[in-house]
């Protein structure tokens, strides 16, 4: 949603403001600015709309230079683009903050605030911060006391950076639900909501625990808890390049990026849940009017993305929004009935996708409510041209076949789901269990990746054939979709995938004991169907490679099975995804094709 970066030193701090806030353009941003306290101890504030080199143009020209200094990169939430609702923001001269994260009572404090006298040169909830602590200024010298005073009375998720002309020679920072890290230096210290952000300047960092305060000079940090004990936290050393496109330790792209998902995930939920909640404002500015009036979705999408789409029409028809999912390159030649109230919805990593990005062209003149894209690229086509933006966070993806790209998407869609739920009457004690189960995501798939060894086993059975099948039932018929175009995409083995309940109606007539045949078992209610499948599959002398629940019971003969725990069902298509991803990595390996550039293939499809 939001990128911070910041730095105290003995040496001008604008240039590292300057690269930090580069290296977090990926998380998705449309405005950025830097405040900083100048030789006479004025805050010098510029901000600006657009991309962070029209802010370096501006500073550029002003000459701006400062030891202390703050930046942001700022996803509207409160109040639309505008140069006004960038961040930093200031109250008078007294304090700059930068803020990520949700203030969701600041329509209460700035009723308060403004009956004091405080005057609002903005729509955002972040100026009220900024106003009071300048309020509880008054009273309180001591600018550490007054952050965590004033975070007493904040409700909601947020990190915050505070720099003020009273105490030229410190910055405050404080989490609460949003990440935040200190990075150190020798005479110098900074903080960023991101590690790759201080790269250039150091490898050394603390990352802060909820409820956190923290002060920072040149030559210390001091860290205190939510009960407002000095501790210690564990300084750790980063073992990442200052480029996230280097392999590092693994040994293909594609290996790396299936890895990262843990990450990737959770910076994908940071800042939109907390605390059992949905934090809908991080949407963006624009988003809410048109989930308001949402009825129906179409989602257009290709490849992988239309995968993710197929998925979320399981989870938005459970909560009654009918959904269709369409490849874009039919859906942009076709006559197509648009019900009323119906949100267009476009898939994509690149943002580039030559029939997404005509189809939502085409969409403009056919009626529909407004358009929103789900996208991994910021400074992209569609999300330039959509109406409303859900960034995924996913970070650079150079391996050709997608695999971070589309577990974020699917963690994309499950937020919005959540959004369409809530306007559907879910419950508050629902709402929290399906958010505590997105909580949990980054975990369940750390596990997940612990069976790669033994899924490289699983693979050495493939090495030699030439077909494989791929079945599922509900959502995990996409899912099957999904494991069977990773295959072919990387090892060129020929792989199709049904929904189990067809095998009868035709693809029996491929089984015999050379075809193997992958299945997920989820503990849900058509497991007894599914199994049933599968014993059609062992009486023609299917060969079958099974990922199961540890609950599941399988009652079979010769086949292959490795068992995944704590796997909750509104999240379960996301978990099962991984394994089927190292498969087919696993498998192209042994069949030594090159897995991160695929023949015939081009990671940003621009052309028709």
């Known amino acids: 949603m939001c990128g911070i970066v910041g730095g105290i030193a003995q040496r001008d701090i604008v240039p590292v403001l300057m690269e930090g806030l580069k290296r977090l353009e990926y998380r998705g941003y449309d405005s950025a600015g830097v405040a900083v306290l100048d030789g006479e101890r004025h805050i010098q504030r510029i901000r600006s709309v657009g991309k962070v080199a029209t802010l370096k143009h501006l500073i550029d020209g002003a ?103 009273d105490d030229p020679d410190q910055m405050i920072v404080i989490r609460a639900g949003s990440p935040l890290v200190i990075g150190l230096g020798v005479g110098e210290n900074f903080i960023a909501s991101d590690v790759f952000a201080l790269l250039p300047v150091t490898q050394r960092f603390i990352f802060l625990e909820e409820g956190d305060l923290a002060h920072l000079s040149r030559e210390e940090v001091r860290i205190f808890d939510s009960d407002d004990k000095q501790i210690a936290r564990d300084v750790r050393t980063s073992q990442l390049s200052a480029s996230k496109a280097e392999k590092g330790p693994y040994r293909h792209y594609m290996l790396k990026e299936i890895f990262e998902q843990p990450a990737v995930i959770a910076e994908t939920l940071e800042g939109r849940i907390h605390k059992g909640r949905l934090l809908e404002d991080s949407f963006g500015f624009e988003a809410k009017k048109l989930l308001d009036k949402t009825r129906n979705v179409h989602i257009i999408a290709c490849g992988t993305s239309f995968h993710a789409g197929l998925v979320a029409r399981y989870w938005l028809e459970e909560i009654g ?84 790209a589309f577990t974020t998407q699917l963690v994309a869609l499950r937020l919005l789901t959540l959004a369409l739920a809530k306007r559907r009457g879910m419950t508050p004690e629902r709402e929290r269990e399906l ?70 109606h035709g693809p029996l007539a491929l089984v015999d004991a050379e075809m193997p045949v992958i299945c997920a078992l989820p503990d849900d209610p058509l497991l007894e169907k599914v199994i049933s499948n599968l014993q059609e599959v062992r009486a023609r002398g299917g060969e079958l490679f099974l990922f199961s629940d540890q609950k599941v019971k399988i009652d079979l003969d010769h086949f292959q099975n490795l068992t995944l725990s704590d796997i909750y069902p509104s999240t379960a298509p996301i978990v099962y995804t991984i394994p089927l991803q190292l498969l087919a990595y696993h498998v192209a390996v042994l069949k030594g094709t090159d897995v991160d550039q695929p023949r015939n293939l081009a990671k940003s499809v621009t052309v028709e």
């Open 63 to 165: 000459a701006l230079s400062s030891n202390l200094g703050i930046a942001h990169t700022r996803w509207a939430t409160h109040g639309m683009p505008a140069e006004r609702n960038a961040h930093p923001h200031m109250s008078g001269e007294r304090v700059a903050i930068v803020h990520n994260g949700i203030i969701e009572n600041y329509a209460s404090l700035r009723e308060e605030l403004s009956g004091k006298g405080y005057v609002f040169s903005s729509e955002t909830d972040t100026e009220v911060i900024a106003h009071l602590l300048a309020d509880i200024l008054q009273t309180e010298s001591d600018l550490l006391h007054a952050i965590r005073r004033a975070s007493e009375k904040l409700v909601g998720a947020y990190a915050l950076a505070v720099v003020s002309p």
């Open 435 to 504: 958010v505590e189960e997105l909580h949990a995501l980054p975990r369940q798939v750390e596990v997940i990746l612990k069976l790669s060894d033994a899924i490289q086993e699983m693979a050495n059975a493939f090495a030699e054939r030439h077909h494989a099948l791929f079945l599922g039932r509900g959502s995990f018929y996409p899912i099957a979709m999904e494991g069977a175009l990773k295959l072919k995409e990387i090892s060129y083995i020929h792989a199709e995938a049904y929904p189990a309940g067809e095998l009868k």
């Open 321 to 404: 929004i009918h959904c269709s999912v369409e490849v874009a390159s039919e859906f942009r030649y076709r006559e197509v009935v648009v019900p009323d109230h119906t949100l267009f919805v476009t898939i994509s990593q690149s943002g580039e996708t030559a029939d997404t990005l005509a189809a939502l062209r085409g969409a403009a003149a056919q009626g529909y409510l407004g358009s929103l894209t789900i996208c991994n690229v910021p400074e992209s086509s569609l999300v330039r041209e959509s109406a409303v933006a859900l960034m995924t966070r996913a970070g650079p993806e150079i391996g050709v076949a997608s695999t971070k």
